[in-house]
């Protein structure tokens, strides 16, 4: 029979786009705080984790208000350049917006932020695709903390496992995640059974502005913001080296951020050079010592 043209799927998890009014919003409450409260502040998160958020951004519920979003959207609230700002000097908070950010808008004394701020530190689980911190293994014998229903999911984990009078037993030493290496859906669930925390939701605060002044802190700030805080420096007619920074390392592949910072340094490290291979004339073939390794000698 012919496909019925009435007969159309309907995704149920289809949702309507946020549209410009929506971003209007957000721009118009950031505005609105700003002219409200006296600080501005920027803070990166890692690992972050909305239920403990929720209990952190209590502390400021009376004096303060959080925003997280698109980036883009509040710069554009704040300006992006001195010429769109609306404050002096409030653009400068609006270029620290940069990957994983926040805003805080507060009232509340700059000591306490800081130290609020310095202070929390929450350990949960980690996720799928986030890297481990460290190695966890498991040794070969009893595994006592799983019960023997528990064995079928186990070795659906891919865990070496058998009962043993009915006891869950890992036959080998297993390797649940490595440092430095992304979790697998697999190795989360393990360590979730395991009760073995390796995320930490931390925030981390990156610059703060008031009327007077505009604070930068070392925290949350990586390589690629070096040029950002130099650029910024720079408008106050000083560049100042806050602490020992390495910009590259003999031996090891160049960032796109370190080749950027040693061009404003006027740093060359690379060097052009050309080498005679050899020489043939009519009469002889000569070989030059530059550019040749072993593998190009042919012996005669």
């Given at each position: 029979?012919?496909?019925?043209?009435?007969?159309?799927?309907?995704?149920?998890?289809?949702?309507?786009?946020?549209?410009?009014?929506?971003?209007?919003?957000?721009?118009?409450?950031?505005?609105?705080?700003?002219?409200?409260?006296?600080?501005?502040?920027?803070?990166?998160?890692?690992?972050?984790?909305?239920?403990?958020?929720?209990?952190?951004?209590?502390?400021?519920?009376?004096?303060?208000?959080?925003?997280?979003?698109?980036?883009?959207?509040?710069?554009?609230?704040?300006?992006?350049?001195?010429?769109?700002?609306?404050?002096?000097g409030i653009f400068k908070v609006s270029k620290?917006?940069?990957?994983?950010?926040?805003?805080?808008?507060?009232?509340?004394?700059?000591?306490?932020?800081?130290?609020?701020?310095?202070?929390?530190?929450?350990?949960?689980?980690?996720?799928?695709?986030?890297?481990?911190?460290?190695?966890?293994?498991?040794?070969?014998?009893?595994?006592?903390?799983?019960?023997?229903?528990?064995?079928?999911?186990?070795?659906?984990?891919?865990?070496?496992?058998?009962?043993?009078?009915?006891?869950?037993?890992?036959?080998?030493?297993?390797?649940?995640?490595?440092?430095?290496?992304?979790?697998?859906?697999?190795?989360?669930?393990?360590?979730?059974?395991?009760?073995?925390?390796?995320?930490?939701?931390?925030?981390?605060?990156?610059?703060?502005?008031?009327?007077?002044?505009?604070?930068?802190?070392?925290?949350?700030?990586?390589?690629?913001?070096?040029?950002?805080?130099?650029?910024?420096?720079?408008?106050?007619?000083?560049?100042?080296?806050?602490?020992?920074?390495?910009?590259?390392?003999?031996?090891?592949?160049?960032?796109?951020?370190?080749?950027?910072?040693?061009?404003?340094?006027?740093?060359?490290?690379?060097?052009?050079?050309?080498?005679?291979?050899?020489?043939?004339?009519?009469?002889?073939?000569?070989?030059?010592?530059?550019?040749?390794?072993?593998?190009?000698?042919?012996?005669?």
């Amino acid at each position: 029979m012919p496909k019925s043209k009435r007969d159309r799927p309907v995704t149920l998890s289809k949702t309507k786009k946020k549209g410009r009014e929506h971003k209007e919003t957000i721009v118009n409450g950031i505005r609105e705080a700003v002219e409200k409260y006296s600080s501005v502040y920027v803070f990166s998160f890692e690992n972050m984790r909305n239920i403990k958020f929720k209990e952190f951004r209590q502390q400021f519920r009376h004096n303060g208000r959080f925003f997280l979003g698109s980036n883009k959207v509040m710069q554009v609230a704040l300006g992006r350049s001195a010429s769109d700002e609306m404050h002096p000097g409030i653009f400068k908070v609006s270029k620290m917006l940069r990957g994983d950010a926040g805003l805080l808008v507060t009232d509340m004394p700059k000591e306490e932020v800081e130290s609020l701020f310095n202070a929390y530190e929450d350990s949960d689980f980690s996720r799928t695709g986030s890297t481990a911190v460290e190695t966890v293994e498991l040794k070969e014998g009893p595994l006592e903390q799983f019960t023997h229903e528990m064995e079928p999911f186990l070795r659906k984990q891919g865990m070496p496992v058998r009962l043993n009078k009915g006891t869950v037993e890992l036959l080998s030493d297993f390797v649940v995640c490595q440092e430095g290496k992304p979790l697998s859906p697999e190795s989360s669930r393990i360590l979730r059974l395991l009760g073995i925390k390796l995320a930490t939701f931390k925030l981390n605060l990156v610059c703060r502005w008031s009327p007077s002044d505009f604070e930068l802190y070392r925290e949350g700030l990586d390589l690629s913001d070096f040029l950002n805080i130099v650029l910024l420096l720079v408008l106050f007619g000083t560049v100042e080296v806050l602490s020992d920074f390495v910009v590259c390392e003999e031996g090891k592949p160049l960032s796109p951020e370190s080749s950027r910072i040693l061009r404003l340094l006027g740093i060359k490290l690379a060097t052009f050079k050309l080498n005679l291979v050899c020489r043939w004339s009519p009469s002889d073939f000569e070989l030059y010592r530059e550019g040749l390794d072993l593998s190009d000698v042919e012996t005669s």
